[in-house]
């Protein structure tokens, strides 16, 4: 996952899950982020937020996986 955001050209900003919501908001309102990805039910208002099961599900849970 690393490797695939940096060679999109994103960057990887780390926030602690057991952050509280005000948190996070205050990391997303500096940064300003184009989109944060969290686990499913953890997302937080204050920034785009995409689950990180959607994305794969809308994929075919990744390139070139077999099933």
């Not at 780390?14 to 300003?32: G, I, T, V, Y």
């Amino acid at each position: 996952m690393l490797y695939a955001v940096a060679r999109a050209g994103a960057v990887i900003l780390p926030m602690d899950c057991r952050w509280r919501d005000n948190e996070k908001q205050r990391l997303a309102s500096h940064f300003e982020p184009a989109a944060v990805m969290v686990e499913p039910d953890a997302a937080f208002a204050g920034a785009p937020c995409i689950a990180a099961e959607q994305g794969l599900a809308r994929r075919g849970r990744g390139h070139g996986s077999r099933a």
